[in-house]
């Protein structure tokens, strides 16, 4: 699904990226890792609740803390009240899993190039944890194209929180209204308008199992291949 008209490369100075559903698949990681967790909580002769891709899907997006908290609420049975021993437990796994079930999109390294070679600054903005996101776009060989990376501990908000983006405009040097924010959900578009940044969301990510094409946003690829920027 192509926005209505190209979007004019010389209306951008930037593009702000996300990671996670975006550029890359990571949904295996995050269903190995808190599989693993859950596991790890479970009490000596408790059966072991496995969750599922869809399940785990509708939990992320809003980082990590959330994500821990969300599937602990599910599970039940006291583990909510077990939080920091299940965060730190979740920390453990996911860096020993990071980037091992996921896959960079179809046309996600075609649209980096095609904003690269529109001479656009290029900045990663994920609510991931930093240290993570550095790791994962290294192991994907995505990490070349950015100048900046930016995490959801890197700032004192995360997205939908407007301060992320604004942040990342200052560090680009470059007004929030020619900084196109891409990403996949309602927390990216939430997050743009907030900040006065026009957004493109692509429709295959993890929009917490709502339809993204109800997002209010400026626009819409299947696939960041389709991206088209008109000089």
Request: proline residues 5%; negative net charge.
């Amino acid at each position: 699904m192509m926005p209505d008209k190209p979007f004019d490369a010389c209306s951008f100075d930037a593009a702000m990226v996300d990671l996670d559903g975006t550029l890359v698949d990571t949904l295996g990681d995050f269903v190995a890792t808190v599989n693993a967790m859950l596991a790890e909580l479970r009490e000596p002769g408790q059966l072991s609740q496995q969750l599922d891709a869809a399940t785990v899907g509708r939990m992320v997006g809003k980082g990590s803390e959330n994500l821990v908290k969300a599937v602990l609420a599910h599970a039940g049975g006291g583990l909510p009240a077990r939080y920091a021993e299940a965060f730190a437990s979740y920390q453990r796994h996911y860096a020993a899993i990071n980037g091992m079930h996921s896959t960079v999109y179809p046309g996600g390294l075609e649209g980096l190039r095609t904003l690269q070679q529109a001479g656009l600054k290029l900045a990663c903005l994920t609510n991931k944890p930093l240290a993570m996101a550095r790791q994962l776009l290294k192991i994907k060989g995505l990490d070349g194209f950015f100048s900046e990376v930016f995490g959801g501990d890197s700032f004192e908000r995360k997205k939908p929180h407007p301060l992320p983006l604004l942040k990342t405009c200052e560090a680009l040097g470059t007004a929030p209204a020619r900084t196109l924010m891409i990403g996949d959900s309602s927390n990216d578009a939430r997050a743009a308008r907030a900040a006065g940044c026009p957004v493109l969301l692509v429709t295959y990510g993890y929009n917490h199992g709502e339809p993204v094409c109800e997002v209010d946003a400026d626009g819409f690829v299947d696939s960041l291949a389709e991206l088209r920027l008109q000089k």
